[in-house]
């Protein structure tokens, strides 16, 4: 036992008991020998204690103060043993455990409460049984997914999300029915411009049919025939937006063969389309995802394109990434690459096996399998998925890794100073870039993405070492810098010879022979099924190509022009004075081919025109209303109208903007405005069995909403090419005169009926061409559809290029006779022969003839 030693004990500091580990209830009774001084330590007064009688709650708390003051002490480690130790804290355990086990459970309690506060939370996903009563029958596929599902975010059907920086896309999850019993159709897509690779996509595809007839007696899954595409021939709309409806209710599976161009192919455009529809937030993503699947190969030429760094196949790649990205990752066969000049074929029999392997596995399973490489399994796409959901939302594209970026956006219009050429350029830039694109159609309303500030390194429109360079060239084109042509029309030679001159010299005075036809800009924004350039001109919805500038497409289409007409002068039939009179060019037609106001520089181009007293016609597609608004002086402007509602639009213009309509419509607004400044033209190329029947209603209704001045309506001009016919037009689609009269007739009626003031004026019966007026070009009875050209000169000259003259202020004297309606519109000064040069009588069939079928 020990004795005290003195009568307060002072407890070494590291043994002081902290006022909260004693109870209130127990201490409570205490006054004097036990008291908690200011800092809370316990003084126990020993002395006392010993004397103090005990109430049955102090005696236990006076053990263990005893207790506790013997472990404090010295005295048990000086000798004392330890069972003495073991029984004091046995003590101190029955005076406290109360305490003890309170303030123990206290902590507990807190310990539970923070953690609940702060750790992180995990989404507690609650499937309400309802949901599990209709889920879809699981196939063995996608039990084998299964466990890659697991790792997959569920995609919120909240609203979405703004996001700024790098988005990272969540993966997935796949909920689509596996429905084993819809037929099985290969669609394989193909460009080609030097026609290797068509011949090796037309050779491929009698393969193709019998490994799927092999595949479906295999698989006893149905298989339909396999279908071969011509990119250059198709809308992408039909089939890279969604895929095609199909009366077979097919489930697709796509192919691509496809060379790689560093030059301006339709492989951009393609391309561009594929980036258009996955950033565009009225598309699904993975608008594409309904697919079985799609493998693509490439083609190269590893001489020039060594290797993938340097640009072999970079389009290929390029196709695979965005396929991936709109099918949601369906990448059923890894891209297979082959160099035309070596190991194609090779390459190509690799990766045939292959596709045609995972193909019979799709269709026997619904799945292309589990993740390994080439599933299209999200592990195996992920570097695709790097700030590609963006929800619509901005977006900073985060590709500067990838050797061969997509394009750009500038970021401002100072940018294009970088584009313009400021030399002499021989073609090809070499570069394996893809072109930066700008849209100027909706510049400066959006920038989506921003674009790092780089040197821009973009392509020429038709660089001079191109296949479409020679075949334009082969065509009796001169392309002027990298993307402005002029040719001298079959007009043009036949006025010179005396033979007749166009329809515009009978409706408004234009010598044939002073004529230039030219456009700035070779690439268009449609693909008309009667334009007879498809395949061989540029077309695309952004201008991403370097600018020329203007003064050096002015002396370089006057040149070519020139060179052209100089030409003609030992050619049998020339006449001395109109030669002579066609080395001074009076008139130009921007409407050669491509689409005039796709040029930046346009207004500036018009201006040199003028300057030199050359008059402008110039006609435009109605696609771009931004730079139609932004349209200066021009003689005369026509706006292509080649249907009266949105479906026949499409089907006959093939637009490559997906608010063609939209832009359409506003065009017409724009002209409408314009009316009193300009003089404004609806030309109409009727085309049977596209947009002439019972569209004169349709047409009508597009007059009262631009109430041009003038409408030119014109038969088509069957040209014969392959493209025409793909597009399903052949000579049955060209209306004869007599169908051209009656439409027109039914339209004035039309027009008539609406209130509206126009009337049959003139018509050149040889083009089959008929103009109707406004009766502003009405005076005295007589009509003055033709035009002073010195007076609008003068007008110009005086009030410049935004001047306020009106169209009837450079109206020209009354329309000869001879080209007013139901005379013909021939030029007596000339003669008409046929194909051997004889004279021919003019006999024109303007009623239906007995028998005919309208
Ligand atoms: C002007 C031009 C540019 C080319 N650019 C590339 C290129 O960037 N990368 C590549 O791998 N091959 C390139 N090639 C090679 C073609 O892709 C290859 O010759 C292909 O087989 C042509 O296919 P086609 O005949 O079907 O058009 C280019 C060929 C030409 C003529
Ligand atoms: S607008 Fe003219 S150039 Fe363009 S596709 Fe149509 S017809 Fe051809």
Redesign the pocket.
């Known amino acids: 036992m020990f004795t005290p030693s003195s009568s307060h004990f002072e407890p070494p500091k590291s043994h002081s008991l902290k006022s909260r580990d004693i109870d209130d209830s127990v201490h409570g009774g205490l006054t004097s020998p036990a008291k908690f001084s200011v800092e809370g330590t316990l003084k126990i007064d020993f002395a006392t204690l010993h004397h103090r009688e005990q109430t049955p709650v102090q005696a236990p708390l006076m053990r263990a103060a005893l207790g506790y003051r013997r472990l404090c002490s010295q005295d048990w480690l000086s000798g004392l043993g330890p069972g003495t130790a073991v029984a004091d804290l046995v003590g101190l355990w029955h005076a406290h455990r109360t305490p003890l086990i309170l303030c123990a459970l206290a902590i507990l309690v807190s310990i539970r409460i923070y953690l609940h506060l702060y750790e992180e939370t995990e989404e507690l996903i609650a499937l309400p049984k309802v949901y599990q009563k209709h889920a879809p029958p699981t196939t063995s596929a996608q039990t084998a997914r299964g466990s890659l599902d697991k790792k997959t975010v569920t995609k919120s059907n909240g609203p979405r999300r703004i996001k700024g920086g790098i988005a990272r896309k969540p993966s997935r999850e796949e909920k689509e029915n596996v429905d084993l019993t819809r037929p099985v159709k290969v669609l394989v897509f193909f460009s080609s411009v030097k026609t290797k690779t068509e011949t090796f996509a037309r050779d491929y595809m009698t393969r193709l049919g019998k490994a799927t007839e092999q595949l479906a007696q295999e698989t006893k899954r149905e298989f339909l025939k396999p279908e071969l595409h011509d990119l250059s021939e198709i809308d992408f709309e039909d089939f890279f937006v969604s895929p095609p409806k199909s009366n077979d209710d097919a489930v697709f599976f796509y192919l691509f063969l496809l060379p790689s161009y560093n030059i301006d192919t339709i492989n951009d455009t393609l391309l561009q389309h594929m980036e258009e529809t996955h950033h565009d937030f009225r598309v699904d993503t993975a608008s594409l995802a309904p697919l079985l699947g799609y493998s693509v190969f490439g083609f190269g030429d590893g001489e020039g394109w060594p290797n993938e760094a340097e640009g072999f196949c970079f389009q290929a790649k390029e196709l695979d990434k965005w396929m991936s990205k709109l099918t949601g990752r369906k990448r059923a066969y890894p891209i297979g690459m082959g160099d035309m000049k070596s190991d194609h074929a090779e390459r190509f029999e690799e990766w045939a096996a292959g596709v045609h392997e995972t193909i019979g596995q799709a269709a026997t399973t619904g799945s292309l399998g589990d993740g390994v490489r080439g599933s299209g399994d999200a592990i195996e796409s992920d570097q695709e998925d790097i700030a590609d959901e963006d929800d619509g939302e901005v977006v900073f594209e985060d590709d500067e890794n990838d050797e061969n970026e997509t394009p750009r956006a500038l970021d401002d219009l100072e940018d294009l100073g970088k584009m313009i050429r400021t030399s002499g350029n021989d073609g090809n830039t070499g570069s394996q870039k893809a072109p930066l694109a700008i849209d100027f159609t909706t510049y400066g309303l959006s920038t989506k993405k921003k674009a790092q500030p780089q040197a821009p390194v973009v392509k020429e429109m038709v660089a001079k070492n191109s296949p479409t360079y020679a075949a334009l060239t082969k065509q009796g084109y001169a392309i002027v810098g990298s993307h402005s042509g002029v040719k001298i029309c079959r007009w043009t030679k036949s006025a010179l010879r005396g033979r007749g001159s166009c329809y515009k010299y009978s409706l408004y005075g234009i010598n044939s022979h002073q004529c230039m036809e030219t456009t700035p800009s070779l690439s268009?924004?449609?693909?008309?099924v009667?334009?007879?350039?498809?395949g061989t001109?540029p077309?695309g919805t952004t201008w991403r190509w370097v600018v020329d500038p203007p003064e050096m497409i002015f002396e370089g289409v006057k040149e070519g022009h020139y060179k052209k007409i100089k030409m003609m002068r030992g050619v049998p039939g020339v006449r001395a004075e109109r030669y002579a009179e066609a080395l001074r060019i009076r008139h130009c037609a921007l409407?050669l081919?491509?689409?005039p106001i796709f040029y930046p520089h346009i207004n500036e181009f018009l201006a040199m025109l003028h300057a030199e007293r050359i008059s402008s016609f110039l006609?435009c597609?109605a696609q771009h209303p931004d730079q139609l608004a932004a349209l200066r002086a021009v003689t005369q402007l026509y706006v292509?109208i080649?249907a009266s509602n949105r479906e026949s639009l499409r089907k006959i213009?093939r637009p490559l903007h997906r608010d063609f309509w939209e832009r359409f419509q506003r065009c017409l607004d724009i002209l409408r405005e314009k009316r009193f400044r300009h003089r404004t033209v609806f030309r109409l190329?009727l085309v049977k069995g596209f947009n002439v029947e019972d569209e004169a209603e349709g047409y009508a209704q597009l007059v009262e909403r631009g109430m041009p001045c003038f409408v030119e309506v014109k038969g088509v001009t069957y040209c014969g090419t392959s493209t025409s016919s793909n597009a399903g037009l052949s000579m049955s689609n060209v209306p004869f005169y007599w169908e051209v009269c009656e439409f027109v007739k039914a339209l004035e009626r039309r027009l008539h009926a609406k209130g509206l003031k126009y009337g049959i004026a003139a018509e050149h019966a040889h083009s089959c061409c008929i103009l109707l007026a406004s009766e502003r070009f009405k005076v005295d009875g007589k009509w003055r559809t033709h035009i002073d050209y010195k007076r609008f000169f003068e007008l110009l000259e005086e009030r410049g290029p935004d001047g306020d003259w009106r169209p009837e202020d450079y109206m020209g004297e009354p329309t000869p006779e001879w080209a007013l309606w139901g005379n013909g519109g021939f030029d007596p000064r000339d003669d008409r022969v046929d194909r051997k040069g004889r004279k021919i009588e003019n006999v024109v069939v303007r009623e239906q003839p007995p028998g005919e079928v309208w």
């Open positions: 268009c924004s449609n693909k008309c009667f334009c007879w350039r498809h001109n077309v409407s081919v491509g689409e006609v597609n292509s080649d213009d190329t």
